[in-house]
């Protein structure tokens, strides 16, 4: 079966660093993907991870080892604002998305 | 980028009724896709609109529950019908970019709660 695990909740502190793991068993890989969802609005695009090693954009980064089926997305500076919800998804080898229960992040003052 | 209109943004609906649920996008693109998320859940893709083809449902969606149009490649509608309360949930368009026609923008959302 298909599966994507990452942690339900997380709490970090204002200007502070945090890191969100998710590993994944899918059949094939076509992709690694982060969301980022705030209550009551939809989904936007992070990040894309399709070879191995670290993507940074910003604040964020996200990095990916094929060989282990792990991805983590990185978030520095932290701001009250990065209270959200993330998503992992991958495109398996049907280029289908298949999401990660999403971790809850909250960011305390 | 893409801008994605998406409505009603909420209804509350009797059940047995239908609703209709409208996602304009303000470019063409070739794939859209309908999903639904329960609150503090993830998301269940429903089905992927082509234009010009049949939608393409996922296991445990029905067309005829979830009957979907296609008919350019801005515009796509959605319909719940014969509503019961477990359709209760926010029903998301979503549009294909990035690589591999990925999700990349999603509508804003349509909570529906029916009762």
């Known amino acids: 079966g298909q599966n994507i695990d990452q942690p339900t909740e997380m709490t970090a502190t204002e200007g502070a660093i945090v890191q969100i793991n998710c590993t994944y068993q899918?059949?094939?890989?076509?992709?690694l993907f982060w969301y980022q969802q705030h209550a009551g609005e939809a989904p936007t695009f992070l990040s894309y991870n399709v070879l191995d090693g670290l993507e940074e954009k910003g604040r964020f980064s996200s990095f990916l080892s094929r060989s282990k089926g792990y991805s983590y997305l990185l978030l520095k500076e932290l701001q009250m604002k990065d209270s959200a919800s993330y998503f992992c998804a991958v495109k398996d080898s049907n280029y289908q998305l298949i999401w990660g229960a999403g971790t809850k992040l909250i960011i305390k003052p | 980028s893409a801008v994605i209109s998406q409505k009603p943004s909420r209804d509350i609906c009797q059940r047995g009724t239908s609703l209709t649920i409208q996602c304009q996008v303000d470019?063409?693109?070739?794939?859209m896709f309908w999903y639904r998320q329960q609150p503090g859940q993830s998301l269940t893709l429903i089905a992927t609109?082509?234009?010009?083809?049949?939608?393409?449902?996922e296991s445990g969606f029905v067309i005829d529950k979830f009957p979907i149009s296609r008919p350019n490649l801005t515009f796509s509608t959605l319909t719940v019908s014969n509503m019961s309360p477990e359709d209760s949930s926010i029903y998301l368009c979503?549009?294909?970019?990035?690589?591999?026609?990925?999700?990349?923008?999603f509508g804003q959302g349509t909570r529906l709660t029916v009762v």
């Open positions: 899918t059949s094939g890989f076509n992709g």
């Open positions: 979503s549009v294909g970019s990035l690589p591999e026609n990925t999700e990349a923008f």
């Open positions: 470019s063409q693109v070739t794939m």
């Open positions: 609109a082509n234009q010009g083809s049949e939608a393409t449902y």
